[in-house]
């Protein structure tokens, strides 16, 4: 495996000097309100058809349209975005996609057409993850702050699935899904017009106009293998939610269903504040998998099939490792990644994860009856994560120099 070794020091940094930085929190609060709808629009979507008469069935088939378009289509908007900038791109895949989100409540009674608008939304999606981590090196050339800003950014991604689908429930509580799906699609143009009027992204300009074009080869057996190892986290994030499920069915608990989910997304915060507070000893290739033996090993102790406490208490290990793993693959596809095709990158290694997730629920769904294999399947995702990492290390290279990524 061709992942490249770095030194790394122990300087440290705080926060506030990272978000104190020009443009820091625009960027970053901007990509949080404007992937909020990732987190709305699936619960909001069911909740539509439901209130309408529609089948559970039906508002969760058009629920995982959206989830799996948006999924599948990263690369494609991510190498639009490394040719044509990332205005050209995210402004109108903003506009589509609130455009189909605002106009899906007067189609959910018809079957054909909803899903074609819940598809329309999903494929313009607009790739503000992979951009922001486009911007990072142009915003912070110090690679200090950098590291803390990249561990600040994964850590949050997570809340985004608790805020997002209490937000849609007080909405339509309050009023209706229809209203919940219109705010949705008003935050979703909200935060991209705060990140793509920004300097900095106004500013980027695509890698090929910069170093000649040459589009070059993207997956390297590097490349290959890290993708594929974070095929297996996802799997493990997906099983985790309906092993969540099917603990508030075996112990009669609704509450069960989210808090697990919660307390995974909050290890996952609380870890990556803790792992983005300073830089760690050793290369990314070791960190990585440091990060990815603890997220294994966390996982072992829904083996027993805990009682709620101690569930909750364990799901929350895990996700303490997450942010380490994904802050430091995103390193690693920086460095593996051609330079004129970097954003594309970045948009692989989300789907990557994504796949893996849209899998493990899928083999959850059918081992919802046998819990003890249920409840092995989130650590048998992650043992596939960390095989992939060990077998593949032996092979990598040297670091590649001068690689900087989008400096104006």
């Not at 910069?210 to 589009?215: D, E, I, L, N, T």
């Amino acid at each position: 495996m061709t992942l490249t070794d770095s030194p790394t020091s122990r300087a440290r940094t705080t926060y506030g000097a990272v978000l104190g930085s020009p443009h820091v929190t625009r960027l970053l609060g901007g990509t949080l309100i404007g992937r909020l709808p990732n987190g709305m629009a699936p619960v909001a979507i069911v909740l539509l058809v439901t209130a309408d008469g529609g089948t559970l069935a039906f508002g969760g088939l058009l629920s995982a349209l959206y989830g799996l378009a948006s999924a599948l289509s990263q690369p494609v908007k991510g190498r639009l975005m490394d040719r044509h900038g990332q205005t050209r791109v995210s402004g109108p895949a903003a506009t589509l996609n609130s455009a189909a989100l605002l106009a899906l409540p007067a189609t959910s009674n018809t079957t054909s057409l909803a899903i074609v608008i819940v598809v329309l939304g999903g494929l313009s999606a607009p790739p503000l993850e992979a951009g922001l981590r486009a911007l990072w090196p142009s915003v912070l050339p110090d690679p200090v702050r950098r590291h803390t800003a990249l561990a600040l950014d994964t850590g949050t991604q997570g809340l985004l699935y608790i805020t997002g689908p209490l937000l849609v429930a007080a909405l339509t509580t309050a009023q209706s899904p229809a209203l919940a799906l219109t705010v949705t699609a008003v935050l979703g143009l909200t935060g991209t017009a705060l990140v793509l009027t920004a300097p900095p992204s106004r500013a980027w300009k695509p890698a090929a106009t910069r170093v000649g074009g040459a589009p070059g080869r993207l997956f390297s057996s590097g490349l290959f293998m890290l993708f594929v190892a974070l095929v297996g986290v996802g799997v493990a994030i997906g099983g985790m939610n309906v092993w969540a499920v099917a603990m508030a069915e075996r112990h009669d608990t609704d509450l069960l269903a989210g808090l697990l989910p919660a307390a995974f997304s909050t290890g996952s915060f609380l870890g990556g504040l803790l792992y983005g507070h300073r830089t760690w000893p050793g290369p990314p290739t070791r960190q990585l998998l440091t990060g990815a033996a603890g997220f294994a090993l966390g996982w072992l102790p829904l083996l027993t099939l805990p009682t709620p406490a101690p569930a909750t208490a364990a799901a929350f290990v895990p996700g303490a490792f997450l942010t380490l793993i994904v802050a430091r693959a995103f390193t690693i596809t920086d460095t593996l990644a051609p330079p004129t095709r970097t954003t594309e990158a970045y948009a692989w290694l989300i789907l990557s994860i994504g796949v893996g997730q849209a899998a493990g629920t899928a083999l959850a769904g059918r081992l919802a009856d046998h819990p003890h294999t249920l409840a092995a399947l989130p650590a048998e995702g992650a043992a596939l994560a960390l095989a992939v990492l060990l077998l593949a290390r032996p092979g990598r290279s040297p670091a590649r120099p001068g690689r900087h990524r989008h400096h104006q």
